[in-house]
């Protein structure tokens, strides 16, 4: 018997909920109002911004939804994510266990846990960034640096 899912909301966790059912043979309809969210976005993947979310975990509330789902399906519904954006050519990279700073438009810097590749390796090369700045822009892994190079 194929599962069915209805997904009210095409922002970012509709959309993702949407595709990992699809991929796992449910019948998905979804169901939106206007454009969504998604134009708006600042392309970053935040996660958690205060200390170490694994750690945090154990923190929150029993009834808080990060808390519940634990660390081993958040891990791997982040793994998801991350492929999914790599098969539709859009690569990220990130990790749960590291926060990036990320430079922001005003001057003041983005915690997050993933973001676009180009983006970040962008970033790096077209500035010459001082001391400081180099402390706070998020350097992705030796692989993502090939793949931004090769663009």
Known sequence: MRRSLLVIGAGLTGLF?????????????????????LV??????????????RFSLGRLDRSHPLRIAGWSALEAAFAAFLEILHD???????????????????????????????????????RRLSSRERRTTAVGPPEARGRARAR
């Open 17 to 37: 909920a949407a595709v990992v059912a699809a991929r796992r043979g449910a019948a998905v309809r979804l169901i939106t109002e206007g454009r969504g969210g």
């Open 40 to 53: 708006l976005s600042h392309g970053c993947i935040d996660i958690w911004r205060d200390g170490d979310l």
């Open 88 to 126: 539709v050519h859009l690569p990220y990279a990130g990790s749960l266990d590291r926060r990036w700073r990320l430079p922001t438009a005003l001057g003041t810097t983005h915690i997050t846990a993933a973001a676009p590749v180009r983006a970040v390796w962008t970033v790096r090369r077209k």
